[in-house]
């Protein structure tokens, strides 16, 4: 059963903020939410994490909304460079779930344009 | 800080052959972790170890496939013999485990990976 379902892939625009959502109907109570970045020929590389409500840091926000059943990547005002896979993660940050939450699947191909 | 270092970048190799896979994770992290990425499967977890004990070795694919950690600082994957389908990029990670209050944040540090063609 996956853990989590986010779309195959996304477009946008230079400048647009883009919202990546991903689903995880089955979150456990100790679950955080981890959202990583990719790029062509680079390992993935963590961009935010959050348990509730919402986080931001310098590069995006998380929305998280109560039931914790989905949560909201948030890019503002992109450029070329953010184009690259995202992955959302669900699963025990201090890895007590073992295998839990380090599945990373295929990804969020998000591909912005000029 | 250097990150985590793979060796070699590329490795290509005929079938049947020994393939060996070198990590070392950044100083100070207690996880390591061994992923494998194709287009067809995304990135998989292959195994990883705590502290130098592998923990979950459930993704390892079949016999063909090992992987050590003789000390803090360096770790291995192995294929023997290699076939065709190995082909992917394999990547290693660590994290170090953070504990206090807050959000639990033990994000994984990748490395640039290991290209491996079989052929």
């Known amino acids: 059963l996956a853990k989590t379902t986010q779309p195959i892939s996304m477009d946008s625009y230079e400048g647009q903020e883009v919202n990546i959502t991903c689903s995880h109907n089955n979150i456990a109570t100790n679950d955080y939410i981890t959202w990583y970045q990719q790029f062509p020929s680079q390992g993935p590389r963590f961009i935010i994490q959050g348990y509730k409500t919402k986080v931001t840091n310098e590069v995006a926000s998380l929305f998280i909304p109560a039931d914790r059943k989905s949560s909201t990547l948030s890019l503002p005002r992109v450029s070329l460079s953010d184009t690259a896979v995202y992955y959302c993660l669900v699963g025990d940050p201090f890895f007590r779930g073992g295998a839990d939450g380090l599945t990373f699947g295929k990804g969020t191909h998000l591909i912005i344009q000029p | 800080d250097a990150g985590v270092i793979q060796s070699p970048r590329h490795e290509v190799t005929e079938m049947g052959q020994e393939v060996t896979l070198r990590c070392k994770p950044i100083s100070g992290h207690d996880y390591l972790f061994w992923y494998r990425q194709t287009m067809m499967r995304g990135l998989e977890l292959l195994i990883y170890?705590?502290?130098?004990?592998?923990?979950?070795d459930s993704g390892m694919p079949e016999d063909r496939f090992s992987a050590k950690m003789p000390n803090a600082s360096f770790s291995t994957l192995k294929i023997q013999p290699s076939e065709p389908r190995d082909s992917a990029v394999y990547f290693c990670?660590?994290?170090?485990?953070?504990?206090?209050?807050?959000?639990?944040?033990?994000?994984?540090?990748f490395g640039n990976g290991t290209r491996l063609t079989v052929t």
């Open positions: 170890f705590n502290n130098n004990v592998p923990i979950d």
């Open positions: 990670a660590s994290s170090q485990l953070l504990t206090g209050g807050g959000y639990g944040n033990s994000p994984l540090h």
